[in-house]
């Protein structure tokens, strides 16, 4: 007899436990990265740059921490910046992830030594403290024997003192658990089941007002983890562990609908909600379900910008006013994007609803791609808002900050969405130039396409089994009604749905078999979320930018300061002096002219004004490094605004 822990066991063997209830038929299903490789394009070359990236940092630089820990003497020092001075080892934990995707993605034999390596490193140093306790906060052993005697004394950003030390574990807790669940790693499970006890026996002798006390704290989403260990083991305990470590003061006005998230900091949350999710589809707990969507709505709806970032200087802009989104430097934070897209993910796999994958790619290109330097593989932490402003790059050696652990994360899984499947139908999420091997049902299925510089793509049937199952194409939001094109085999076919939902294409399909989409893509317009006078221009769903001048780029690549290193220090140019917007009318991409001979590079010269920027060119935004930029106009002369 099978019991439902059995289930739950064999779904963690069989598909490294994708986010998704097993019970719910109608749920979509992500493949594995295994199956999806990444053909020439943008994304590959963004995969390349990454792993390069990665494999610049040393292994046993990020190990120190543990090892010292642990009272095993190092191989070599610790690495500098956030990483030596009380958030040690958060890179590692990052680090573990970043590895795994990649693994997967790819199949590189010395991406895959390493992940051996830091789990052999990591074994070793959790049998030397022999207690279950793992962890690369220095004091951190100490730290949780007082927590668990009831000395708990937290703040947003410390915990006994100490700088986020739960934020720190549940990077760690994430590295094993993709290590596991993504790259196949059973000595990872082992790590982390014995992690996850120990804290489990820490807590047991807490109450429920001590735990909630310690999640004062920034702590990541430790709740999430927890949910897919009870998965990953089939026992329940974890899940009720989980719950335990859900933040009520956030969880429960998310259940009444109620938006509380003005000037929280931005990324503290995010994770929690992961977690709130993760929670409902493992426990069928509707309240939590249900706070997750009410979050994910509002800020989708009220707090996201442009390029579906959110957040200044680390927080949630109050609704009504988005003032400093445009006179502040420090504009969205990556690893806001990062965690909305882990959240994203879980929605649309629950409810398979277009507008998620709409959401998912806009931030996939116009947040996530643009925050990865193309040839050295720096990483971006704030996207400045700014008119005239730009960007600070890290460099592997000497900047350690949230953005480039999750960084190295963001690009080695493009894969991870661009395909889905139900039953035996297949999904065609994102255009993004692409094979997709799957064995299960004899289909390879090749998607050629130089999207969004062209707006079509072409998806090639490889090899398929015998008989009858649906192609299902997503037709974005952003083509316009009527508009989107689909040929099979060069015969045009009726496309009778609508724009925000998933063309039905059922038949036998044959090896050879040729579909070709087009999707038009239109200009328009988008302004800031509190609707004042600042806008922005898209191209279908990338958003144009345009370059300024390269002047006074202070640490355009990064130094080691702790707190300042990755904000744009260069002088910041007055609002009153940059281009604007000279007329009032609705539609402004009228105005917009394309350049012959430059995809997607259009001129505005009958708009912009003053005249020494009417020769600006607008450009994929993703496209445009090293510079300063707009992104959004103000319409009119700029006046009573803080410089």
Not at 13 to 36: D, E, M, R
Not at 348 to 359: I, L, P, R, T
Not at 420 to 425: F, V
Request: aromatic share 10%; with cysteine; hydrophobic share 40%.
């Amino acid at each position: 007899m099978i019991t439902r822990k059995m289930t739950r066991f064999l779904l963690i063997v069989v598909c490294f436990a994708q986010p998704i209830l097993a019970s719910a038929q109608s749920s979509l299903h992500a493949f594995k990265l295994q199956q999806v490789a990444l053909l020439p394009g943008v994304f590959k070359d963004a995969q390349q740059t990454d792993k390069t990236y990665m494999l610049a940092l040393d292994p046993d630089r990020l190990l120190a921490p543990y090892l010292t820990e642990a009272g095993l003497t190092p191989k070599k020092k610790n690495y500098g910046n956030w990483e030596n001075t009380g958030l040690d080892g958060h890179i590692g934990g990052h680090y573990l992830s970043a590895l795994s995707n990649m693994y997967a993605a790819t199949n590189d034999a010395e991406i895959n030594r390493r992940l051996d390596y830091m789990l052999l490193e990591l074994k070793r140093c959790q049998d030397k403290i022999g207690s279950g306790y793992l962890g690369g906060t220095p004091g951190g052993t100490a730290m949780w024997k007082d927590i668990a005697a009831g000395k708990i004394e937290a703040d947003t950003f410390a915990l006994n003192k100490k700088w986020v030390p739960l934020y720190n574990i549940h990077k760690l807790f994430a590295g094993l658990r993709d290590a596991y669940l993504i790259a196949g790693k059973p000595m990872a499970k082992e790590i982390l089941v014995r992690l996850t006890d120990y804290i489990a026996g820490v807590a047991s002798g807490l109450t429920d007002e001590q735990i909630q006390t310690m999640l004062i704290s920034e702590h990541g989403g430790l709740n999430e983890v927890f949910a897919d260990v009870s998965v990953i083991t089939g026992q329940d305990k974890y899940l009720i562990l989980a719950r335990r470590f859900s933040h009520k003061e956030i969880l429960n006005p998310l259940i009444l609908g109620e938006d509380r998230l003005n000037n929280l900091h931005a990324n503290m949350q995010i994770p929690k909600a992961v977690g709130f999710q993760r929670i409902a589809e493992v426990g069928g707990d509707k309240d939590y379900g249900k706070a997750a969507q009410f979050f994910w709505e509002t800020v989708v709806n009220n707090r996201t910008v442009v390029i579906g970032g959110n957040s200044v200087n680390e927080h949630f802009n109050p609704t009504g006013n988005f003032t400093k989104m445009i006179t502040d430097v420090a504009g969205p934070e990556t690893c806001n994007s990062y965690n909305m897209l882990k959240l994203t993910r879980h929605l649309f796999e629950n409810a398979g609803e277009v507008k998620y994958m709409d959401y998912y790619e806009r931030v996939l290109y116009n947040h996530i791609l643009s925050s990865q330097h193309p040839t050295h593989g720096g990483f971006v932490y704030y996207t400045s808002m700014r008119p005239q402003h730009y960007r600070v790059y890290s460099q592997p050696q000497e900047t350690m900050w949230c953005c480039v652990g999750s960084g190295m994360e963001n690009h080695g899984k493009y894969g991870e969405l661009i395909y889905s499947y139900q039953q035996k139908n297949v999904y065609v999420n994102l255009f993004i130039a692409s094979r997709l091997n799957w064995a299960a049902q004899g289909l390879v299925l090749s998607q050629t396409t130089k999207f969004p510089d062209n707006e079509t793509t072409r998806l090639l049937i490889e090899s398929v089994k015998p008989g009858s199952f649906s192609i299902k194409v997503r037709y974005p939001n952003w083509v316009a009604a009527g508009k989107l094109q689909i040929k099979i085999n060069g015969a045009r076919v009726n496309v009778d749905a609508r724009a925000g939902s998933y063309i039905n294409l059922t038949r036998v399909w044959k090896k050879g078999d040729v579909i070709d989409v087009r999707l038009p893509m239109g200009l328009s317009t988008e302004k800031l979320p509190d609707s004042s006078n600042y806008v922005a221009f898209l191209h279908g769903p990338i958003v144009l930018a345009a370059k300024t001048d390269t002047a006074n780029l202070d640490n355009l690549i990064a130094d080691a300061d702790q707190f300042g290193g990755y904000r744009a220090r260069g002088k910041m140019y007055p609002l009153d002096s940059a281009p604007v917007l000279t007329s009032n009318t609705s539609d402004l991409t009228k105005y917009l002219k394309p350049v012959k001979g430059k995809g997607q590079t259009f001129t505005a010269a009958e708009l912009i004004s003053p005249a020494k920027f009417k020769n600006l060119e607008l450009i994929p935004f993703y496209k445009l490094h090293d510079a300063r930029y707009m992104i959004y106009w103000h319409k009119g002369p700029v006046t009573n605004v803080v410089n």
